[in-house]
């Protein structure tokens, strides 16, 4: 089974204590979702400083536009490893600057995925995040489809939704459920 950085999980970090927690982790690879863009920098920093390396949803930023300008900021300005988003111009612009292009996946309906995979064979994410991340099937499909690895994330609950995603294919599981942070980081530990 395929992981990313030899991470199963990629803690989804929600607020400061959660934060706080990632850092005293032995995971390096996170995400941040929401953010205010005043924070963002000093949460970068603070996470390099401690050897770790921070995805961006840039569409949950709040303080700035979600285009491929914000996008050009946030690559050149704030220098996260990653950046997340639904929208395909920002996910350009990631690929453009040379960081991590993870593309946002909703899967909603046939049609919305079909267009979807329109976005993803134009521009060749790095990764393709797949919501919500507890319908194995479709993160196979998915795979199978694009030959792009994949992150599984929303409504992961549970031990068994994580191995069920990874399973299907997912090279790794976003969720801020700090319980499941524990149960994976002690993977890690006992991986070394």
Known sequence: MMSFHNQPILPAIRNMKQFDEFLNSSFSYGVILDIHLGQ???????????????????????????????????????KPAGIISTRSNVIAKAKQKKIYAIQRL?????????????????????????????????????KEKTG???????????????????KAGAVAVTTSNTKLWKKYENFLTESD
């Open 40 to 78: 963002l920098k000093g949460v970068i920093k603070e996470a390099q400083k401690h050897g770790k390396n921070m995805m961006v949803h840039v569409d949950l930023i709040q303080g700035i536009k979600h285009d491929e300008y914000g996008a050009e900021f946030i690559c050149q300005d704030i």
């Open 106 to 142: 909703f899967l909603l309906d046939t049609s919305a995925m079909e267009k979807s995979m329109e976005f993803i064979g134009k521009h060749k994410p790095d990764f393709i995040e797949v919501l919500p991340g507890i319908v194995p099937s479709l993160i196979q499909e998915i």
């Open 148 to 166: 792009i690895p994949i992150f599984a994330g929303g409504f992961i609950r549970t031990e068994e939704d994580v191995e069920q995603a990874l």
